[in-house]
């Protein structure tokens, strides 16, 4: 059933008394990429960081920006997807990681949602960070891996945080691979998943339209 006719059916529910079920959302993926799949081939690919993300890694964190499949040690990844789409209700990343030669890739970590509002000793700077080696066990000079996150089911952060779906309404997403970690590419693929319908009120119609 179109989007278009399943809402006139909600509207008719909600205006009347018959109880409406049934099925909301496309189910089909909508895909982008940072990067380029080409395992880490030079030349190197731009990262985008929005310009909150660049001046906290330049800044604060005190490292150059890292580009794509860029082999060096201690530079940071920063990248921004604006384009969310909107309707989503589930979000993965993809991305395939390569630590380099640099002794000290033991320590990287990935992170999610860069927060301009973070409060040193406080407040994160993330809306969820990671080591690399809390995800994928060790993480030594050479070691490559391909990880694939879903950002509602993420694997608990020293906070016990699981989730950055809730920060994702401006439809930006950061990025941040720090700092001794070449990044090949990243994949976002967003799903609007298809959920069942059983509304009982109008607030509960709009919701499924948020
Ligand atoms: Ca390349
Ligand atoms: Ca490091
Ligand atoms: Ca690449």
Redesign the pocket.
Known sequence: MKRGLLLLCLLAFAAGATQVSGQVGSGRPFVTTA??D?C??????PACPSAELATFILNVLGKPLRA??EGDGNKTLGHTFNDLPDGYNEIWVTMRLKASGDPLTYNDTVNFEFNPDWIPGEVSAWGWGLYISSIVGWWGPGSETTITLNLADLPPDPRGRTSVMNLLEDGMLDVCVDDDTIV?YIMLTSCEVPVDVNAETWGGVKALYR
């Open positions: 990067g380029v080409d880490f081939a030079l030349p190197t690919e794509f499949d090949d």
